[in-house]
């Protein structure tokens, strides 16, 4: 939190290339804007081309909507334990998931996250995936696999703040991390999540913008739409 504080407060100060901000909006909601803040990349003009593909939006659900979604998953949750292996390697330290249907609560917590990250012709993966990181978890560099996911992916964070990684695959020297605040909201579409990896990084790496990130333990809530 005091982390989250300390970022917010860097809005009024001058801007920093190759970042992007986060500012109220009219709707009561936050807008992307650039300069400092929850996107730094390795350029502006990486950030700029970028711009609409990646987002973040800190405090998208509340700690009581939280509180609803983990009193759901918590139960199948603890009847699985954590691997610290995976079918290709992506992950360690992890549970996983699906759930296709929700009480009304988060029920409603998924019709605003549909109304946000999808277009409005999306055919949306049905079962929602549920991911669960062991505190010394992580998740290494890679692409969804095209076969099963569409253009958009939309995670909310719970439990834990933490630092998405995406590293473009032709060109390692093009970056963007993207600090998720517990709570928040990201959304990859189109080319950054075609042609950029990404990756949770690990609670010893876990540095954003030269500022340390604790990560502890992590559900993350993804929903994707479906190929095509």
């Known amino acids: 939190m005091r982390l989250l504080l300390g970022v917010l407060k860097q809005i009024n100060k001058p801007s920093a290339p190759g970042s992007l901000r986060l500012s109220s909006c009219a709707s009561g909601g936050l807008s992307p804007l650039r300069d400092e803040a929850l996107i730094v990349g390795s350029s502006p003009e990486l950030v700029g081309r970028l711009g609409s593909q990646v987002e973040v939006t800190p405090g998208f659900i509340t700690e009581e909507e939280e509180g609803a979604l983990l009193r759901e998953l918590e139960p199948g949750l603890r009847k699985k334990r954590y691997e610290f292996d995976h079918w290709d390697d992506a992950i360690h330290g992890y549970r996983e998931t699906e759930r296709l249907s929700w009480g009304g609560a988060c029920e409603e ?59 473009k695959e032709d060109a390692t020297h093009e970056w963007l991390d993207l600090l998720l605040p517990r709570r ?45």
């Open 109 to 167: 917590i998924f019709i605003r996250v549909r109304s946000v990250a999808f277009r409005e012709a999306s055919r949306l993966l049905g079962p929602v995936h549920i991911l669960d990181l062991d505190e010394r978890g992580y998740i290494k560099p890679h692409i969804d696999s095209v076969k099963f996911c569409g253009s958009t992916i939309a995670g909310l964070s719970l439990l834990s703040d933490s630092i998405m990684r995406l590293v």
């Open 184 to 228: 928040s909201l990201y959304v990859l579409r189109d080319q950054a999540r075609y042609n950029f990896t990404h990756e949770i990084l690990k609670d010893e790496d876990s540095v954003f913008n030269g500022q340390r990130v604790p990560r502890q333990r992590r559900i993350s809530v993804i929903c994707r739409n479906l190929p095509g």
